[in-house]
Each structure stands twice: as C-alpha cells, then as structure tokens.
C-alpha cells in the first residue's frame, strides 16, 4: 500500500485558490491524489487519472480524454473524498446520460465508502425525494444526474444549498454539434454552472477530435483548462454489414474493372491498403478487423460459396498481421439447405477457428450461455455482444447476477436522442422488464 509521512501532505490550497475549492485552505489539509487512490484501495493511476486528479484538487478546469474502460470515472469519484475535513462538505455533481451506468457507479462508490446520490427518471417511489434530502442534508459526496434534470427547480433549488466543489460533465462529446451525439439539454449546463458560483468543471468522454475539444470547452465556458489526453484502445476496421469495405469485396456491388476488381485478391486490396496505412501510424497490434462471410444487399444479408472463398482469402491474409482480433459474424442469413449449410449455428466458428491463428471474437446470435460454451469449445476466444449491450448497458453485472436480459427496440437504435440507447432501466433497481432472454 502507498504510504505518507504527514510532511508529505499538502496542507491546502494556494492562497489564490478561494473559499470554493474542494477544501479549504490553512485548516483543512487538501489529501494528495495517491492518498484518495489508496482510500479507494488502489495501487497506481493509469495513464492520465492522476492529472485530472490534481487538476480537480486544484480547482482548474479539464477536459478529459481517455478511451472507454481507461478509467474516467475515477477522475471524478476520487475528489469527492478531498472534502471530508471540510465543514461545507463540498459536493462534486455528475452528469451523465446514461441511467445504468451511473447506477452502476453508485453501487461502487457506496462500496468504496463514499455517499453518493442519483436521481433519474423510472426510480422507485420516493428513491428521488431522498435523494434531495442526501444532497441537503450534506451526507451525499457526489450527485449523479442526467441532463434533463437541470430543468427541474427543486433539483436546482437543492444544489443551491450546497457548495460545489467540482462539475462534471460526463459524455462531454454530447454538448457539441460536431460531437457524434449531440444532446440539446446539455446546452443548459453552462447556466447551471455558473448559477452554483463557477466551480471547477471537468469535462470528460471517451472521443473528441481537436475541433469537439473546442466546441466543448466553449459550450461549457472551460477557463484555462487542463487537457489530459490518455490515447484509445485501437481501431476496429468494418468489412461487413454494407460498409465501404464490404462494398469492394462483393462482386455484386463492386463492379470496377481496374486493380481493385474482378478476382477475389483485387476486391480484398482495399481493405489490405487501408490496414498497411493504418499499421503505419498506430500499433497494428491495437488494430482489429470486423468480417464474416455475408454480404448485406438491400436490406438482407446473403451467404454464397463465393462470400466463403472471400472471406477465407481475407482470413488467411490476415494471419500475416498481428492484429489485436478479429471479429467474426457468425450466420446472419437461414444456410440451410444450401452449399454452407456446415457453417449454420456453431459451424461457422468451427470452420474459421481452424484458419485463423490470432484473437477470435465470435459475434452474431450470442447468449450468455452460448458465449461461454463457445469459448470452452475453444471456437472463439472472446465474444461479442452488440444489439444485447444496446438494451443492457449494465451487460456484465446482469450475467454476474444471472438476472434477466431486456430485450432492445430495433425500431429506435438508429433515431436521433437517446431513445433505445439510454433509457433502458438497471437491473439492480428492480426493472423486471425482461420477456426472456434475447440474442443479438
């Protein structure tokens, strides 16, 4: 474990840092970020946490960039333990739109000690109400909320009572019209911030080009703003669906007759051009390629003898790379009865475990159940849930739990909003909605 001497601790903020810093300065030492990381029982930052940390500490502004699963939340939920020796127990508020999530960060702080409250639409009877009543009685640390509760008064009229030490706004790429999912409440943060007295703001997401970092820092009134940028996982290069990619390696849609048609090895050059280009600026090791043996042709998905001999050239190709995976779609059209009718149900993981010597991710039709059999078959050494993820965001700790799996809405995963994205309910809050598992 980290340890300190008490001449390692800062013993407050610098006399220009104010009365509304997460602590106080001369009476109330502010904690070192390691000292928070160890409360939380932890041994080292990843790349990036401690700087948002101390930027928080600081009472500056930041805009935070890490890649999902590179540890965000953390950047926020460790300053909300800086304020416990502060009398005003300043309060870090959070907003996010997604319901499950922050659930689910509800549940870890609580277990890390750390009183947190959350209010959000489809809660239990009164759940909201004590949830006000946390954040006024000065027992709640940190608030989650989505953005559309800004416009409730009483929510406003009760952060009023506290003293916010930290704003922030997660899925920061929401604020800005450039941003892949744009979010109209969120353009009412701004006046919410400046109505709690301008206290230090973080804005965080997982993606933003140099322009959305703009637009964010100035849609949110960022000053002198702290920008920690951790990098991303990889890239994943789609071949599939009718994707670009896709297009070039169907004879039925690619009718060039230069280089880059006719045989099978010049309908696959595309994708091999474009994967030597992007190997010769990233690590081809955090690149993955998403692929299977169907083509998507208006609005159905086809499988012939000729989608298999594309999609065992492209595979075979691929083994000259050290890719991070590859992600293959198992049947999406009914083979029975036809020349690949081996490959329906499990076949096709069958077939192309035997070619394909790296990281195979199996996806298509995936249920608990069969995910965990086909990696114990050693068909696959990962899998992939998409349109089941959709409707459970809180995917993982459902299959902890054995709970039910909600079934999503195809009619709405692509519509603007967040319909069919973020509304679905946590399990852990007693949404027994679910029909019955659902495959995806």
């Known amino acids: 474990m980290l340890q300190d001497s008490p001449s390692d601790i800062d013993t407050g903020l610098s006399p220009d840092s104010g009365p509304a810093g997460l602590s106080s300065a001369g009476a109330h030492p502010r904690p070192t970020p390691e000292q928070l990381l160890e409360r939380f029982g932890l041994q080292a930052f990843r790349p990036g946490q401690r700087e948002a940390v101390q930027a928080a500490l600081e009472r500056r502004d930041s805009l935070v960039v890490m890649p999902t699963g590179g540890g965000k939340s953390l950047c926020y939920q460790l300053?909300?333990?800086?304020?416990?020796?502060?009398?005003?127990?300043?309060?870090?508020?959070?907003v996010s739109p997604l319901i499950a999530l922050m659930a689910d960060q509800r549940r870890r702080l609580e277990l890390a000690g750390v009183e947190a409250a959350m209010l959000a639409s489809g809660m239990a009877d009164g759940h909201n109400e004590q949830a006000l009543e946390a954040i006024r009685s000065g027992s709640a640390k940190l608030v989650l909320a989505a953005p559309e509760r800004f416009?409730?008064?009483?929510?406003?009229?009760?952060?009023?009572?506290?003293?916010?030490?930290?704003?922030?706004?997660?899925?920061?790429?929401?604020?800005?019209?450039?941003?892949?999912?744009?979010?109209?409440?969120?353009?009412?943060?701004?006046?919410?911030?400046?109505?709690?007295?301008?206290?230090?703001?973080?804005?965080?997401?997982?993606?933003?080009?140099?322009?959305?970092?703009?637009?964010?820092?100035?849609?949110?009134?960022?000053?002198d703003w702290v920008a920690v940028r951790s990098g991303f996982d990889g890239v994943q290069l789609q071949a599939g669906f009718n994707y670009l990619i896709s297009q070039f390696l169907n004879p039925a849609t690619n009718l060039r007759t230069d280089a880059y048609g006719g045989s099978i090895e010049n309908r696959a050059r595309l994708l091999f051009d474009v994967l030597d280009a992007v190997g010769e600026r990233i690590d081809i090791g955090r690149v993955g390629v998403k692929a299977g043996p169907a083509w998507a042709e208006r609005g159905e998905f086809i499988s012939t003898s000729d989608t298999l001999a594309t999609t065992e050239y492209v595979v075979?190709?691929?083994?000259?790379?050290?890719?991070?995976?590859?992600?293959?779609?198992?049947?999406?059209?009914?083979?029975?009865?036809?020349?690949?009718?081996?490959?329906?149900?499990?076949?096709?993981?069958?077939?192309?475990?035997?070619?394909?010597?790296?990281?195979?991710?199996?996806?298509?039709?995936?249920?608990?159940?069969?995910?965990?059999?086909?990696?114990?078959?050693?068909?696959?050494d990962l899998v992939a849930f998409g349109e089941t993820f959709i409707a459970n965001p809180d995917l993982p700790a459902r299959f902890a739990a054995l709970a039910p799996i909600q079934r999503s809405d195809r009619a709405l995963h692509y519509t603007p909003g967040p319909h069919g994205y973020t509304d679905y309910r946590p399990y852990r809050l007693g949404a027994e909605t679910a029909d019955g598992e659902h495959t995806g």
């Open 316 to 380: 075979d190709r691929l083994n000259d790379y050290p890719l991070a995976h590859w992600l293959l779609m198992g049947a999406m059209a009914d083979l029975s009865g036809g020349p690949l009718s081996g490959l329906q149900g499990d076949g096709m993981f069958s077939h192309f475990r035997a070619r394909y010597r790296g990281t195979l991710i199996a996806n298509v039709g995936m249920t608990r159940e069969r995910g965990n059999q086909l990696i114990a078959d050693e068909l696959a």
């Open 79 to 94: 300053p909300a333990l800086a304020g416990d020796r502060d009398p005003e127990r300043p309060l870090v508020v959070v």
């Open 151 to 223: 416009a409730s008064k009483a929510f406003r009229a009760t952060l009023a009572t506290r003293k916010v030490g930290l704003f922030v706004v997660d899925e920061a790429h929401c604020v800005a019209e450039w941003g892949h999912d744009f979010r109209p409440d969120y353009l009412r943060l701004h006046e919410a911030i400046e109505a709690l007295g301008r206290p230090a703001v973080m804005a965080a997401t997982a993606t933003a080009t140099p322009k959305v970092a703009e637009e964010i820092a100035e849609r949110l009134g960022l000053r």
